[in-house]
């Protein structure tokens, strides 16, 4: 059993058109980080979230961190080819543990 | 350096033979990690350094691999008698404490 479940695990979608991926947990998290992975490099990290509630964003990528601390989303607005990649979740299983990975959404948008 | 630099990018390996792939972190990262990541799949943790104390290997998947690391600096991954199995990316990264990871863009190593 995945401590981080991903959905979708596979995304395909159009240009222009807007998308949401999730990252959920039955257990707390003190914080969750997302992370992109192109195709021939290792993951980047894009947000850290921290706070119950909190939503950053970053240009068309808006990250949101659930109240109770146990999901967090990433939403996507008019998606476009660059932003194709394996997008993963992740979280230390207790405060300054080691990260664990969700196992990711592949994300492709077509021109 | 400015990144996690990892060597070879790539590597062909005979089944049987050993492999030694290459870690340099960022300067003044103490913590170190190892990951394996087979085609089209997730991360699958392998091992953790963090500064002087003892290394998780709760990862490693089997007696045929080893990694070291040396004080806060270089670290290498072992694998020997390599099989087909380990045919993957393996990608390194390191970090100041557990804080945001930097990776590097991994070792692809083929076993034929």
């Known amino acids: 059993t995945q401590l981080l479940e991903q959905s979708p695990q596979f995304l395909s979608i159009q240009e222009g058109e807007n998308l949401t991926v999730y990252c959920n947990s039955s257990?707390?998290?003190?914080?969750l980080q997302w992370y992109r992975q192109e195709p021939g490099e290792g993951p980047v990290l894009l947000v850290t979230?921290?706070?119950?509630?909190e939503v950053k964003k970053l240009k068309r990528l808006t990250f949101q961190f659930g109240d109770a601390r146990k999901d967090s989303s990433l939403h996507i607005t008019a998606a476009q080819p660059g932003d194709t990649g394996l997008y993963l979740c992740?979280?230390?299983?207790?405060?300054?543990?080691?990260?664990?990975f969700g196992e990711g959404t592949q994300l492709t948008v077509n021109p | 350096g400015a990144g996690v630099s990892q060597s070879p990018s790539n590597k062909v390996t005979e089944k049987g033979k050993d492999v030694e792939l290459r870690c340099d972190p960022i300067?003044?990262?103490?913590?170190l990690y190892w990951y394996r990541q087979r085609l089209g799949q997730g991360l699958e943790f392998l091992i953790y350094?963090?500064?002087?104390?003892?290394?998780?290997k709760s990862g490693l998947p089997s007696d045929r691999f080893s990694a070291e690391r040396t004080g806060e600096s270089v670290s290498t991954l072992t694998i020997q008698r390599t099989q087909q199995e380990d045919s993957a990316v393996y990608l390194c990264?390191?970090?100041?404490?557990?804080?945001?990871?930097?990776f590097g863009s991994g070792t692809r190593l083929t076993v034929v």
């Open positions: 350094f963090q500064g002087n104390s003892a290394p998780d």
């Open positions: 992740a979280g230390p299983k207790t405060s300054g543990s080691r990260l664990t």
């Open positions: 257990s707390v998290f003190s914080s």
């Open positions: 990264a390191s970090s100041l404490r557990t804080y945001g990871y930097t």
């Open positions: 979230v921290v706070t119950g509630g």
């Open positions: 300067s003044g990262h103490t913590a």
